[in-house]
């Protein structure tokens, strides 16, 4: 679904959509593991020369690898989104492009509209956690054996052999 300038100068654009896994292509090791849902408008922004505001929420189950241990991490997304779109900056003649500080949070889009599954990929990208965990207790992999420790404990030591911070200790 494409929000083109030319619909949208006339009315907002409403949309409710439903997406089947491997339809948006996620990032590589993100995973969809459920239909992803999403409803909302778009919208033409008067005086601004073409800036698309598009809002909604969006719901989805995502599947990754846990940060601590590789095992899968199920992701939950069920929240509200809220996009600002304007046309791509021609570059001057130095290549620089000045953005004032409240341009920061606005992506830019190219050509006749915005694609609603790009938005949807943006949003669902951006709001993963700075940390995916399998379970909220991860012990992780062993730093030396690289056993799974939520599933067998090893025999190593937990301090390593020589610390690269050992020589700091005869100061």
């Known amino acids: 679904m494409i929000f083109t300038l030319t619909e949208l100068e006339h009315h907002p654009i409403q949309f ?37 505001r598009v809002r909604g929420h969006v719901k989805v189950g995502l599947n990754t690898a846990c940060d601590r241990c590789l095992e899968p991490a199920a992701l939950n997304l069920d929240s509200d989104f809220d996009f600002f779109y304007r046309p791509v900056i021609k570059k001057g003649a130095h290549g620089e492009v000045h953005l004032e500080e409240g341009e920061i949070d606005i992506s830019f889009y190219e050509g006749d509209g915005v694609r609603l599954e790009d938005v949807l990929r943006e949003y669902v990208l951006l709001s993963q956690p700075m940390r995916s965990l399998c379970q909220e207790n991860c012990k992780g992999l062993c730093p030396q054996c690289g056993a799974d420790l939520n599933k067998t404990a090893c025999g190593c030591r937990s301090e390593p052999k020589e610390s690269p911070w050992a020589a700091l200790k005869d100061l």
């Open 16 to 52: 409710e959509v439903s997406y089947p896994p491997g339809e948006i292509q996620l990032s590589g090791d993100l995973t969809q593991t459920s239909d992803l849902e999403a409803s909302g408008s778009a919208t033409l922004l008067h005086n601004t020369l073409g800036e698309i």
